[in-house]
């Protein structure tokens, strides 16, 4: 079992930055990939952005490409998310997810609780 931890949420005005963690433990770390997806109000929970195992690879989707980062510490067995310039649209609750495999269609199999992001216009 992995356990995922997320943290770093709250509320932002538009345009501005947050950076959201999520702490790993259970099974070693660096042997799962990581995700980050999010659930707005009403809406379906989509994909946000992906790492692989030692970081040299991401996947973003385009609604935050260029403005989301996804970075990972293996020493520290987190995950993070840093988001800046952020728009009401990106108001959602975000959770963490971690997969034994790498790429956009693969099946997370631990998930984090959540985290709330709101982002007031």
């Known amino acids: 079992q992995v356990q995922l931890v997320e943290s770093g949420g709250g509320l932002v005005q538009a345009g501005g930055s947050l950076r959201l963690s999520c702490a790993a433990s259970?099974?070693?770390?660096?042997?799962?990939?990581m995700g980050w997806f999010r659930r707005a109000p009403g809406k379906e929970r989509e994909f946000v952005s992906a790492?692989?195992?030692?970081?040299?690879?991401?996947y973003y989707a385009a609604s935050v490409k260029g403005r989301f980062t996804i970075s990972r510490d293996n020493a520290k067995n987190t995950v993070y998310l840093q988001m800046n310039n952020l728009k009401s649209e990106d108001t959602a609750v975000y959770y963490c997810?971690?997969?034994?495999?790498?790429?956009?269609?693969?099946?997370?199999?631990?998930w984090g609780q959540g985290t709330q992001v709101t982002v007031s216009s």
């Open positions: 790492i692989s195992y030692a970081g040299g690879r991401t």
């Open positions: 997810a971690a997969a034994l495999d790498f790429g956009l269609s693969v099946k997370y199999d631990y």
């Open positions: 259970g099974r070693p770390f660096n042997n799962y990939a």
